[in-house]
Nanobody
């Protein structure tokens, strides 16, 4: 039973960058998977990037080369560095953790990429 709180979203112009943070109430070292999902208006929520418990990362094809997911176990935090942002990246970004076979979601942070 953990709580996840996202921060760092906002309005940015195309080509800009944002860094999202996800703070967990518990030790993220116990999570088998932690990732970032996003949901654009009228579209299904999709996995953007994630870290498997052992440290391997995975990315959606649409963000490869632009986004980087990382974690800081000491701070119980997961981050998503987003560079070269596009309007298509607009949406609500959610932090997700799978811990002890249970899934946990943050409340989300809005990312808007617009001129």
């Amino acid at each position: 039973q953990v709580q996840l709180v996202e921060s760092g979203g906002g309005l940015v112009q195309p080509g800009g960058s944002l860094r999202l943070s996800c703070a967990a109430s518990g030790s993220i070292s116990g999570a088998s998977f932690m990732g970032w999902h996003r949901q654009a208006p009228g579209k299904q929520r999709e996995l953007v990037a994630g870290i498997i418990g052992g440290g391997s990362t995975t990315y959606a094809d649409s963000v490869k080369g632009r986004f980087t997911v990382s974690r800081d176990n000491a701070k119980n935090a997961v981050f998503l560095q987003m560079n070269s942002l596009k309007p298509e990246d607009t949406g609500v970004y959610y932090c997700y953790a799978n811990w002890r076979s249970n899934g946990y979601w943050g409340q989300g942070t809005q990312v808007t990429v617009s001129p």
